[in-house]
């Protein structure tokens, strides 16, 4: 294949997943701005070796693994971020400024995890891939896979727990 046809297709390529990589990209960072660049730099690390990735068909998870490493990488070198969560009123009935404050909340406790940790949620219950793709994703057992959300969905669930409640939140349905 030509340098032109290889670039063509690397467009094309983008063109296809540019809003699902830019999803995962915000929910490994939390910021559209942020994101943004992630999954550039991810696109840009990809587009040099686009030849040999191509050849492997499996482009769309060697992306993924770069925007988490990336991330990673990031997120080890700023430190963590504190982000301001918002109070909210108790309301008998859920509304939908209910239903988006709660979700940032979520999104807020996600970041908060580890890194990896928060590779596997975004990865296994935002982009619904299975635990064997999310394992070759970021190069990892599967077992490794259901242990880390294991650990993290315990660690939102007891964030996401009222005090005195009986049962956690089923937070697989919220993040889904």
């Not at 909340?105 to 982009?127: C, D, G, I, K, S």
């Not at 089923?170 to 993040?175: C, I, N």
Request: positive net charge; hydrophobic residues 40%; charged residues 30%.
């Amino acid at each position: 294949m030509s340098r032109h046809e290889d670039d063509e297709e690397f467009r094309l390529f983008v063109q296809r997943q540019w809003g699902s990589l830019l999803r995962t990209a915000y929910l490994l960072t939390g910021d559209r701005g942020t994101a943004e660049d992630l999954a550039q730099s991810a696109l840009e690390k990809t587009h040099r070796r686009w030849g040999r990735v191509l050849r492997r068909d499996a482009p769309e998870v060697y992306v993924r693994r770069a925007m988490v490493n990336t991330a990673i990488s990031w997120r080890r070198r700023r430190g963590l971020l504190e982000v301001p969560l918002l109070t909210s009123d108790s309301q008998s009935t859920r509304d939908a400024y209910a239903q988006v404050e709660e979700r940032q909340l979520l999104l807020a406790a996600l970041r908060r995890l580890p890194p990896r940790t928060q590779a596997v949620l975004v990865l296994r219950y935002f982009e619904d891939l299975s635990e064997a793709d999310t394992a070759q994703v970021l190069g990892c057992s599967v077992g490794s896979v259901k242990s880390q959300a294991s650990r993290g969905l315990a660690r939102l669930r007891h964030e996401f727990t009222p005090p005195g409640a009986q049962s956690p939140v089923r937070l697989e349905e919220e993040l889904a």
